[in-house]
C-alpha cells in the first residue's frame, strides 16, 4: 500500500523529469486536470492521454502503487483536501468569467497550499546540517539562474541582515570564475527548481571539485543537480511542467529561507540579537527625518 507522507500529486511532480516520455504524458494529464482522472477507467485515461495501458500500470507502479485501483483512491484523497472553508479547490482552475474575489480565493488556495507542501517535505535533520554549515563557512555563494536567481537574491537579502559572510553573484560568468577560486571552508548554495538547468548541476559539480559544501533548495528531489548537492532541502508547490517561475513556487521557496535563517539564528541567538540590533541602527541613519516645525 502506497504510504508516502506526501500526495499522490506531489509525488508526480517530484518524478517527472525521470519519466520517460509516454509517462510524462500521463503525468501531464493529471497535472493539468487532477480533479478528472480519477473518475477514468485505465482505458480512458490511456487513450486520453495517448498511451497504452500498459504504460498508465507503469507509471502507477513507479509511484508506488500495486495496481491503478489504488492509485485512483490516492488521487482521490489528494483532490479532497480543501482551503478557505472548504469553498475552494487548491488547484481550481481561473476562468474568465470568474469574479475578482474568485480569482483572489483561487489564488491565495494555490499559495497557501504551496506553502503547506513546504511544511510536508521538511527533513529536520537537512536544516540542521544546513544551517550549521552556513554557520561555519569562511564565505557563502548564493547562486541561482532566471527566476531561481531571484530567490538566490532573496536568500542573500534575509542572511546579510546578520553577517557579511554570503554573498550574491548574478552573472554566470562571475559565478564560474568564483567557484574556480573557492575552497572547502566555503558554501555554495544554489536555487533551481527544476534542478536541471545546464548552469546549475555544472556550478555544484564545480564547487565539489574545489572541496566546498553544497547547498540544493529544489522541487525535484531525483534531479541531475541533486547528484552534486551535499544537502538538499525541497520546496512544495505543484506546478504544471509548463509553468515556470509562478507566485506560488517563490512562495514555496521563501517559506525555505525562512525556515533555514531562523534555524540558524538560534544557533547562536546572542551574537545574531547583536548583528540584527546593528543593521537596524545601520537603517534608522537611511530614514527621512521631518522638522518638527514644518
Request: proline letters at 2%.
Amino acid at each position: 500500500m502506497y504510504s508516502n507522507k506526501n500526495d499522490v500529486l506531489t509525488e508526480i511532480a517530484n518524478e517527472y523529469l525521470s519519466l520517460s516520455k509516454p509517462l510524462k504524458r500521463i503525468a501531464d494529464y493529471i497535472l493539468s486536470n487532477t480533479s478528472k482522472p480519477q473518475y477514468l477507467s485505465i482505458h480512458q485515461l490511456a487513450k486520453n492521454c495517448e498511451v497504452s495501458e500498459s504504460s498508465v500500470f507503469r507509471f502507477c507502479q513507479i509511484l508506488g502503487f500495486k495496481g491503478y485501483k489504488e492509485f485512483k483512491y490516492a488521487l482521490a484523497e489528494a483532490n479532497s483536501a480543501k482551503l478557505i472553508d472548504g469553498e475552494i479547490d487548491a488547484y481550481e482552475e481561473i476562468l474568465p468569467e470568474d469574479t475578482f474575489i474568485d480569482m483572489a480565493k483561487k489564488l491565495f488556495a494555490y499559495n497557501m497550499t504551496s506553502v503547506n507542501q513546504t511544511l510536508q517535505l521538511i527533513d529536520v535533520n537537512s536544516y540542521n546540517k544546513a544551517a550549521k554549515c552556513l554557520k561555519e563557512a569562511d564565505h557563502v555563494y548564493c547562486f541561482g539562474q532566471g527566476t531561481s536567481g531571484i530567490m538566490a537574491q532573496e536568500f542573500w537579502a534575509r542572511f546579510m541582515t546578520v553577517s557579511s559572510n554570503f554573498s550574491y553573484i548574478p552573472d554566470s560568468h562571475f559565478q564560474t570564475i568564483i567557484l574556480s577560486n573557492c575552497s572547502k571552508n566555503d558554501v555554495v548554495v544554489l536555487f533551481s527548481y527544476s534542478g536541471a538547468t545546464e548552469d546549475g548541476p555544472k556550478l555544484l559539480e564545480q564547487a565539489k571539485k574545489r572541496g566546498a559544501k553544497t547547498i540544493l533548495i529544489t522541487h525535484h528531489k531525483k534531479s541531475y543537480a541533486s547528484e552534486f548537492a551535499d544537502i538538499i532541502l525541497l520546496c512544495g508547490s505543484r506546478e504544471s511542467p509548463k509553468q515556470t517561475g509562478s507566485i506560488p513556487a517563490r512562495m514555496a521557496q521563501l517559506f525555505v529561507i525562512d525556515l533555514l535563517f531562523n534555524e540558524f539564528y538560534r544557533l547562536d541567538k546572542e551574537m545574531m540579537d547583536e548583528a540584527i540590533n546593528r543593521t537596524s541602527e545601520a537603517m534608522e541613519q537611511k530614514l527621512l527625518r521631518y522638522r518638527k516645525d514644518i
